[in-house]
Every structure is written in C-alpha cells, then in structure tokens.
C-alpha cells in the first residue's frame, strides 16, 4: 500500500494534492492537524508513505523538493536525533523529474 499524506492546515499540502488528485485520488489521506508529529496511525502500515507539505530553504528563495524525513544532527522538529528513514532512489528521482 502507498499513500500521499497531507494536512488540511497546510496551504501548500492542498494544493500539490489539487494538483494530482486526479492521478492519485485512491491514494490521498487527509489529517485535520499538522503531520509533524504524526505518531498513531489508525490503518494498516503503508509500504510506502508520501507527505505533501510546505518546506523552506535555507535561503528563503521558493524551491520543489523531494527528501527523505530524518534528522542529521538534534531532533529539533521530532524525530529521533541522528536517524534518517530508508530513502526510496526510485520514488525520489520519479518526484523530482514530475516537479
């Protein structure tokens, strides 16, 4: 099973998912709260899971990104310091060659 999450707080997360609804509508799963600190989900574990969200850059010009979630260093936002998920290669450049 693979799933797009997005929140419906997230200006950003509605609307890349307005923009592929069409192609993904079975996939698409909506939160009424942020996913930032997701930690109980109700359903059967995804194989696969696809946030749709807002980010920012460092260098505060607009930027399309894919990445995998995880921290480098301290866990700031969540997460467990120095622990970064299993990245999916092919997911990935798929993402980035459609942005």
């Given at each position: 099973?693979?799933?797009?999450?997005?929140?419906l707080e997230?200006k950003?997360?509605?609307n890349?998912?307005?923009?592929?609804?069409?192609e993904?509508?079975?996939?698409?799963?909506?939160?009424?709260?942020?996913?930032l600190?997701?930690e109980?989900?109700?359903?059967?574990i995804p194989?696969?899971?696809?946030?749709?969200?807002?980010?920012?850059?460092?260098?505060?010009?607009?930027?399309?990104?894919?990445?995998?979630?995880?921290?480098?260093?301290?866990?700031?936002?969540?997460?467990?310091?120095?622990?970064?998920?299993?990245?999916?290669?092919?997911?990935?450049?798929?993402?980035?060659?459609?942005?």
């Amino acid at each position: 099973m693979k799933i797009i999450a997005y929140s419906l707080e997230d200006k950003a997360g509605c609307n890349i998912v307005r923009q592929i609804s069409e192609e993904f509508r079975p996939m698409l799963y909506s939160f009424p709260h942020s996913l930032l600190f997701l930690e109980k989900w109700k359903y059967a574990i995804p194989d696969l899971c696809i946030v749709a969200s807002r980010h920012s850059s460092k260098s505060g010009k607009p930027t399309l990104t894919a990445h995998v979630p995880g921290n480098f260093g301290h866990a700031k936002m969540g997460g467990k310091e120095r622990e970064l998920s299993l990245a999916p290669a092919l997911y990935l450049a798929q993402a980035l060659k459609k942005l």
